[in-house]
């Protein structure tokens, strides 16, 4: 029995990892803030998400499994450049932005347990998360990640020691209390701009890339099909856990903050850091404890996807060596990008620039390019001059083109509340 659960969660990797890093601190910031500005108002978007969130990193990952190669990889080969360089220059951008927003929620979660400059604690995350990257082979910093999704049962913990009203849960998430304004649609926007995010598509399919490299006798599906119906199964449960994990996670976080922030009267929480301090006087010092640890359990673990999942894409569009099998030297270009998005992201911690106001955009701005960028990858998950013989199902292609839609809608009613 023991050995098959071993070997049950030997086989998790590239999903479970990308859900888990879904909810990094910038992450955790949005949620916080959903549960304290609008109560149980927010709980059902979890739940909707859940399954296109599964669908389109299903997706994701078939891309990378069956054509071994990343999104933007098949974006230089099969789409207009331009398209390529726009998208990859947003997604820089956007990372670089969360790996600074991530950076100083660490760096405030550990002044506020044990004292000592934030911004000094944000550089040394910085450099260990960089160092991490450049020194740790990958099969043994595949697992060490993998790890690393334990800290987010802290948000489970904390959740456990917070009194939660079942039945008025039941009805907000039932029947879901929507609010048509400006601030409700901006929040929603950013909501799923954390939780479908560009980053985790490009990460999720770079990594199936990664597992089929790092496994001797494996080729892309569409060039050999041997054991595929295998691989595609364990994509799709890998997916699925991953996904519903995060979103758990997720719901946790948000209720946790409904049910003591809001109802104590604090809706306005900028950063994570200042959920886990509001939590100390309503819900005690454990929970507190608990909320920061969780800060930078999960900090550690998403920066090296959002640095790398940048790395991935600025490589794949210039034809540079890339992954983390590799070593430095063998991958000057790809670890040039992890080393740099990470420490820039440090340094704008030490700038005027509001990294909490930079998160709010930064999360915006993936709701936003998420949109073209699911329409791209369910047009390449369509084609059989890309995946061959292992083009995506009707209900997935439903599936994705219902995720993508949403997104749409949302990012148009969004804009449209801004004008009014």
């Known amino acids: 029995m023991i050995k098959r659960v071993n070997s049950f969660l030997e086989r998790l990797g590239p999903g479970l990892i990308t859900g888990a890093a879904d909810d990094d601190p910038s992450g955790i910031a949005t949620y916080s803030q959903a549960g304290a500005q609008f109560g149980l108002a927010m709980l059902w978007s979890v739940f909707l998400t859940t399954p296109l969130m599964v669908g389109i ?17 098949n974006l230089r ?52 998360a960089v160092l991490m990257q450049l ?5 043994y910093l595949a697992p060490l990640l993998k790890w690393l999704t334990l800290s987010l049962f802290a948000y489970v913990a904390v959740l456990l020691t917070v009194d939660i009203p079942w039945m008025k849960l039941a009805v907000a998430t039932l029947i879901p209390p929507l ?64 996904m519903t994990f995060s979103n ?29 301090e509001a939590l100390r006087p309503i819900a005690g010092d454990f929970a507190f404890t608990l909320f920061a640890a969780g800060i930078i359990g999960t ?23 890339i992954g983390h099998g590799l070593e430095p030297a063998e991958a000057k270009g790809f670890y040039a990008i992890i080393t740099l998005a990470t420490l820039i992201g440090a340094g704008i911690d030490f700038t005027p620039v509001d990294p909490i106001k930079a998160l709010l955009w930064s999360a915006m701005v993936n709701g936003v390019i998420a949109v073209p960028i699911m329409a791209v990858m369910m047009r390449m998950a369509v ?8 083009t995506i199902t009707p209900k997935l292609q ?15 009613a969004m804009f449209g509340s801004m004008m009014v």
């Open 77 to 128: 080969d099969h789409y207009p450049r331009p398209l390529m360089w726009f998208i990859v220059s947003l997604l820089l951008v956007a990372n670089t932005m969360n790996i600074a927003a991530d950076l100083g929620a660490m760096g405030e979660a550990l002044q506020l347990v044990v004292g000592g400059p934030s911004h000094g604690h944000a550089l040394l995350f910085g450099v260990i």
């Open 248 to 276: 758990a996670i997720a719901f946790a976080i948000m209720l946790t903050t409904a049910v003591t922030l809001h109802n104590a009267g604090i809706t306005d929480i900028q950063s994570s850091a200042q959920a886990a």
């Open 57 to 73: 990193q299903v997706v994701s990952a078939r891309i990378g499994r069956v054509t071994g190669h990343g999104i933007a990889r």
């Open 135 to 139: 020194f740790v082979p990958y099969r």
């Open 179 to 242: 609010e048509l304004t400006r601030e409700y649609l901006m929040l929603l926007v950013a909501v799923l701009g954390t939780t479908i995010s560009p980053y985790l598509f490009f990460w999720q399919a770079s990594q199936e890339v990664e597992e089929q490299r790092a496994t001797a006798g494996d080729e892309p599906l569409r060039d050999s099909s041997t054991g595929a119906r295998a691989h595609l199964r364990r994509i799709k449960i890998d997916t699925w856990l991953g």
């Open 398 to 412: 439903r599936l994705g083109w219902f995720a993508t839609g949403l997104m749409a809608l949302a990012v148009v």
């Open 299 to 321: 900090g550690l673990l998403a920066i090296p996807v959002l640095a790398g999942s940048a790395a991935y894409a600025v490589a794949e569009a210039m034809q540079w060596p």
């Open 383 to 390: 084609r059989p001059t890309i995946m061959g013989a292992f």
